[in-house]
């Protein structure tokens, strides 16, 4: 049996102003240092044991994965995987978050903005390979809002795009003989 767990990273300033990030390399702020510590110390209390930890390369998830690697005292790199990076928003990048602005991303209105089903493929694919590169371990990821709900809403049509997926969300996949068997989309402990 395979464990993933996919954690969104801390708060950024882009978050707390409503903002499009997508691919800009953006620290975590204060809050977003706060949750990590956070989300570290209930992994540490609840599901403490990890064979590897992959981290998106943006800054405020491999900023959030170190901190988690500190708390539950993993002695093994951080391994960057660009496959599991956000969405590119195009033209979205750095625009306020609004109604009309969600509008066009749902329907891939955005100029330069990776489209949905593209997305999804992506995903879905890089979850896959690394169940498959890492049979039988469990793996933690730190990524993104939109990379999560890439993957989520692939499989399971319950969860769209605005469905609400806090910093620092912990979402579970559980895979055996490469089939998914169980998931837990923004668990709670």
Known sequence: MTTICIIRHGQTDYNKNHLIQGRMNNPLNEIGIEQAHNVANILKEYDSNWDYIISSPLLRAIDTAKIIKDTLNFKDDIIINNDVIEREF???EGKDITSEIYDKIKKDEIIGMEKTLS???R???AIMKI???YKNKKILIVSHSHFIKGFFTFIDKNITFTTTLPNTGLNYII???NKII???FNKKY
């Open 90 to 92: 195009g033209q979205a």
């Open 119 to 121: 997305l999804q493929h």
């Open 123 to 125: 995903c879905f694919a």
């Open 131 to 133: 169940a498959n590169d």
């Open 175 to 177: 895979l055996e003989n």
């Open 182 to 184: 169980k998931t837990a």
